[in-house]
T-cell receptor, first 108, second 115 residues
Framework: GIQVEQSPPDLILQEGANSTLRCNFS?????LQWFHQNPWGQLINLFY???GTKQNGRLSATTVATERYSLLYISSSQTTDSGVYFC??????????FGSGTKLNVKP | GAVVSQHPSRVICKSGTSVKIECRSL??????MFWYRQFPKQSLMLMAT?????????EQGVEKDKFLINHASLTLSTLTVTSAHPEDSSFYIC???????????FGNGTRLTVT
């Protein structure tokens, strides 16, 4: 299967700071998604981004499929951004592979 | 749009009993649904993939007879944990997609505690 590595594993930010989360994957993929899991366990779909760049408010993401990585940018972080961010990629067989996540803690 | 409803959100049951978890796509037809299990502070572990009208495909190491999955319609899949034991206690999450190449959408998860 496809190996997915996320970095950093843990991140502590002061409110208002910016951050970049990285997702590397070991093979070509059909799709890539970024999710935020809040402290209650809910997984929120942030971006569906197999390639290119997308922005949604303070969040943006870039996927460079040819180099097998994706970046998630969080600007002006807020305490509500805390949680775990997962990257998931899909192979050619309708199967998704998840990274181990980046745990973000934004302090007031 | 693309809402996935999962029930119950929490369930406590006694050892030896069975528990059914429902996953519904509310505003789209889910040709494929996935069931995941998540241990504390870990990533999601895929248990099985179900396509509407066909048998689920289980991942290696997942007991088919313990975790029964049914995907009877394009909007409903169920996971039944049979003869539950304390080691089955976990957070179970379903996801659904409209078709190949479309994004995944997740339910809110079910926290199962077996006493």
């Amino acid at each position: 299967g496809i190996q997915v590595e996320q970095s950093p594993p843990d991140l502590i930010l002061q409110e208002g700071a910016n951050s970049t989360l990285r997702c590397n994957f070991s093979d070509s993929v059909n799709n890539l998604q970024w999710f935020h899991q809040n402290p209650w366990g809910q997984l929120i779909n942030l971006f569906y981004i197999p390639s290119g760049t997308k922005q949604n408010g303070r969040l943006s993401a870039t996927t460079v499929a040819t180099e097998r990585y994706s970046l998630l940018y969080i600007s002006s972080s807020q305490t509500t951004d805390s949680g775990v961010y997962f990257c998931a990629v899909e192979d050619n067989f309708n199967k998704f592979y998840f990274g181990s996540g980046t745990k973000l803690n934004v302090k007031p | 749009g693309a809402v996935v409803s999962q029930h119950p959100s929490r369930v406590i049951c006694k050892s030896g009993t069975s528990v059914k978890i429902e996953c519904r796509s509310l505003d789209f037809q889910a040709t494929t649904m996935f069931w995941y299990r998540q241990f504390p502070k870990q990533s999601l572990m895929l248990m099985a993939t179900s396509n509407e009208g066909s048998k689920a495909t289980y991942e290696q190491g997942v007991e088919k007879d313990k975790f029964l999955i049914n995907h009877a319609s394009l909007t409903l899949s169920t996971l039944t944990v049979t003869s539950a034991h304390p080691e089955d206690s976990s957070f179970y999450i379903c996801s659904a997609r409209h078709g190949f190449g479309s994004p995944l959408h997740f339910g809110n998860g079910t926290r199962l505690t077996v006493t």
